[in-house]
Every structure is written in C-alpha cells, then in structure tokens.
C-alpha cells in the first residue's frame, strides 16, 4: 500500500518547519497569504490528505454519529435517514450509517463497530429479535449519549423520538368501524417492538370501545412482507366467518394483501376494507390507493439528530423523561371506504 503523505513530508520538500506547513493547511492567520497558497499547491501536488480521525481524537471528539437501522431498503427508514443527514450536516457532523437486516447479531457487531470507530453518540432502531441491552451498555459506561428512535429500548440514561403507536392503531380501526366493519383482523409483526405492540393495543381498545370481540384469531403475526401479505390473504380465504376488515401495520404487506385477495375474487373495499401504515409510496399506486398512516420519517431523523447534537452541546439533556412524541396522520383513500363519501378526508 502506497505510503500516506504527511505535512513533514511538505515540510521536507519546501525546506520548512513541519509547524509552517501545519499552520498554512489550517490557515492559521500567522501565516501570510502567499506562503499558504505554495504551500497547499504542494501538498495538492503531492496528494495529501487531512486526518480529520486523528485530529478530531486529540479534541476527544469524532464529529461523527453513528446510525443503526433494521434496513435501508424501506422508504419510511430513507426518510429518516434523509432528515438526519439534512441535520447533522448543518451543524458540522458526519453519520456513520450500518444495518441490522432485522438480526440481533448483526445489530450487536454493528454496536461494536461503532464504538470502535469513537463516534460522539449513537442513534439506533432495533432490530425485530434483539430482546436486551446488553450490546449497548459499552457506551453508557463511557458516557457516549443514545437515542432510540421508531423501534426503541426503554433505558433510564436514553432518550427516544416516536410517534403514538397505540393512538394511530386506535384510529385505524375505528375509521373501519366506522365504515361499519363488524369483524376487523390484524396483520402486526414482532410484538417485541414497541411499534407493533403499541398498534395492537390500540385495535383492540377500538374493538372493545365499540363493543366488538377482540379475538386472539383475527391477530396475525408475520415479518410484515409481501409475502405476509399473500398469506394473509390465503388465511382470510380459508375462513368459515371471514373478516370485513383489515388493519395491516405495514403498507407492503397490505398493498401485496390487497393485491392477492382481488386475484382471489374478493372486492376491496366492498367485501373487505383495508388500511395500512407508513404512507409508503406503494400506497398510491396500488388500486384502489391504500388508506394508511403518515408516518413523519423526515421530521423523526431530523428531531433525533437535533436532540443529540443539542444533548452534546449541553443544551439538552438525554434520558428516558426526555422521549418525544410525534403526531401522525389517518390518510383516507379508495381501500378502507365502504360507505359513499362526497370526497376524502384525513383527521
């Protein structure tokens, strides 16, 4: 491997102090205007670069955050992603983004990695199995501040950035109720997920508040794929008393529901109505466009770097009581509508 050229290197070249050569590349004012342009067209010249990791280890600081995410592949996590870019860029710092692939041994290789790579804080949404904390104590012991976002771990010493799962799953499935659904399934994932755990309790607060059966049979628990969504509808299609609606927490798996149960014969929103969650751009595109729930990806990334970055600079503290709840949004379309309605409408 080609050696790495450095300001003693220049400084050989130009026959002065390593010093001068240091001072010009981070144009220190002692420095005058025509020493520093010789010197940096030499270092350009000679192809060297900065070591912004070593020097940021002298400050004890990265300027880098790391990011850990189920997948990259999902709009609502590009969102994210997008929104923490957006942020951590306009005040000075860099992400240090890996993906679990929904493993909980690939999460904690990539917690590990992370914090070998000294990043200043960590922003993490966990995996579908990881069931402890354990992977993540090794940055609570050196003080290095996390935050949990949409998937999150409850830790007294990390602070999270959500939306409210049960509310949003309360109004899914009183908006099918109130299209005059009797019998309503769930399609969730992992209920060791707070997202899917919060929307399950909240369908069946709906159920129970409308004086209808919250039966453990109508609960499907699946990983939430298009796949999950063809075997719901193979389940639905195998049942003596079917449902007349559907609350899906996932809007591929809903679209792929939607899809398979109109190959099956099935009318959607006339035999059976639907709604989904995320707002993803699938949404749209499926027929009829899927009823669903904003979830505000952008705003989320954008709130999570914003806390930690303020939380580094001490403005903020970072603990459990500092969680931040934010709003979503029942969007209303072709899928959940049995009942004729002079246009839509979002509460």
Not at 125 to 134: I, K, L, P
Request: with cysteine; aromatic share 6%.
């Amino acid at each position: 491997m080609e050696k790495e050229v450095t300001i003693y290197d220049i400084a050989k070249i130009l026959d002065i102090s390593p010093a001068t050569v240091s001072r010009a590349l981070n144009d220190h004012p002692a420095i005058n205007s025509k020493t520093k342009i010789s010197i940096r067209a030499k270092a350009n010249e000679m192809g060297y670069r900065s070591n912004t990791f070593a020097s940021n280890l002298r400050r004890r600081s990265t300027n880098t955050l790391g990011v850990i995410v189920p997948r990259l592949n999902s709009h609502f996590m590009s969102a994210v992603l997008a929104g923490m870019e957006e942020e951590a860029n306009a005040s000075g710092y860099n992400l240090l983004i890996s993906q679990s692939l929904e493993s909980a041994k690939k999460e904690i290789a990539n917690a590990r990695t992370m914090f070998n790579s000294r990043v200043d804080g960590l922003l993490a949404s966990v995996a579908y199995d990881t069931e402890t904390f354990d992977h993540f104590d090794i940055f609570i012991k050196k003080n290095v501040p996390i935050l949990f976002f949409d998937r999150i771990i409850d830790h007294p010493k990390c602070s999270g950035v959500v939306i409210d799962n049960m509310l949003a799953g309360f109004k899914a499935t009183s908006h099918l109720i109130e299209q005059g659904c009797k019998r309503i399934m769930h399609v969730t994932g992992n209920l060791k997920r707070n997202v899917y755990s919060g929307r399950l309790q909240g369908y069946r607060e709906a159920l129970v508040s409308n004086g209808l059966n919250a039966s453990d049979e109508l609960v499907l628990i699946t990983d939430l794929s298009q796949d999950a969504g063809k075997f719901a509808a193979q389940r639905i299609d195998e049942m003596d008393d079917r449902p007349d609606g559907i609350f899906i927490s996932n809007d591929i798996c809903a679209a792929s529901c939607i899809k398979s149960l109109k190959e099956k014969g099935y009318y959607v929103p006339k035999d059976i109505a639907i709604v989904g969650f995320n707002n993803d751009p699938v949404s749209q595109v499926i027929e009829p466009n899927l009823t669903t729930v904003y979830y505000p990806g952008q705003q989320m990334g954008e709130v999570a770097v914003r806390s930690m970055i303020d939380h580094l600079k001490g403005k903020q503290l970072i603990d459990v009581s500092n969680t931040i709840i934010l709003e979503s949004e029942l969007i209303i379309r072709g899928s959940s509508l049995k009942k004729q309605r002079s246009h839509l409408e979002a509460y």
